[in-house]
């Protein structure tokens, strides 16, 4: 798990070391340069500064208290369902149709039966992909034509998935329609209809977002959430970009857990995020690698 985290966050880190090398104590207005540099908010940045010792000089376990509060949530008790039903939302070019197939291959690999809904009904592109990769995935799916009612998609899949024992359902949904407010009313329709095909789902609404974005996907994320409360976050194409510290922000402003991050475009490449591995790799930039 860090190989693969220090793996995607290599641009980060890159950006992080090229201020200055690593030292035991680093000054504070370095540390600002550096977190700055790896795109962590600048308000953000002050917080974590204003938090830290009083000294001019801060040690590793000083900024790594700090950090660590970031990635603190309430836990909510797991849902035991089956099917379990996933809601997967984001904005078109997160990542979000590769993101599902990579989900369905992490269940396989766990011995659970899979069946996705092709909910983003609004592109025929999004269909044909998912299509695409269901079979590459080898899972069954349930789809409609363009322009047919994503709610009653996600009908049929969880219909279709309770009576043949499905373990795990993941549906896709529009990324944009005409405007913001056509698409939060699509996406409060499918919530519903998914309670009416099995009481409490949803399970969980993830948001996928792209880690390329920076803490541009803090606001889109909050404007996600306003629609229909999200439950978790993917994080995307991680390895692709500098702007790793925008974690910290997203964390912040949501403060929602980060399920996976994709560190490649494998399918193997979406990795459970583990806040300590991601602390440890980013403070391993600035102070050195631990002995």
């Known amino acids: 798990m ?8 290599g641009k980060t880190l890159e950006a992080i070391r090229d201020i200055v090398p690593a030292a035991q104590k680093i000054d504070k207005e370095i540390l600002e340069e550096m977190l700055l540099e790896a795109d962590v908010a600048y308000e953000l940045v002050e917080e974590i500064i204003y938090y830290l010792p009083p000294q001019n000089s801060v040690a590793r376990d000083d900024v790594k208290r700090v950090l660590k509060s970031y990635f603190i949530y309430d836990d909510k008790p797991p849902v035991h369902a089956v099917p379990f039903v996933e809601l997967i939302t984001g904005v078109n070019g997160a990542g979000k149709t590769t993101t599902i197939a990579k989900l369905a291959n992490i269940y396989k690999k766990q011995n659970r039966s899979v069946l996705l809904g092709a909910g983003d009904t ?14 590459k995935v080898a899972v069954p799916i349930i789809y409609a034509k363009q322009g047919h009612d994503p709610s009653a998609v996600a009908y049929d899949t969880i219909m279709s998935a309770k009576a043949k024992k499905i373990d795990n359902v993941i549906i896709d949904t529009a990324g ?13 329709k499918i919530v519903k209809i998914c309670d009416k095909a099995q009481s409490g789902a949803p399970h969980r609404k993830i948001l996928i977002l792209d880690g390329t974005q920076g803490n541009s996907a803090a606001n889109q994320a909050s404007a996600f959430n306003d629609m229909i409360g999200i439950d978790a976050l993917i994080i995307t194409k991680l390895d692709g970009t500098a702007k790793g510290g925008s974690l910290f922000s997203i964390a912040k402003t949501l403060q929602l857990p980060i399920l996976y991050v994709g560190v490649g475009e494998g399918m193997d490449d979406l990795i459970p995020f583990e806040a300590e591995s991601y602390i440890d790799t980013i403070l391993d930039a600035i102070f050195g690698v631990k002995e």
């Open 2 to 9: 860090f190989a693969s985290i220090k793996k995607g966050l």
């Open 122 to 135: 609004f592109r025929a592109a999004a269909i044909e992909q998912l299509k695409q990769w269901s079979e």
């Open 176 to 188: 944009r329609l005409h405007n913001q407010i056509n698409l939060a009313n699509e996406l409060k």
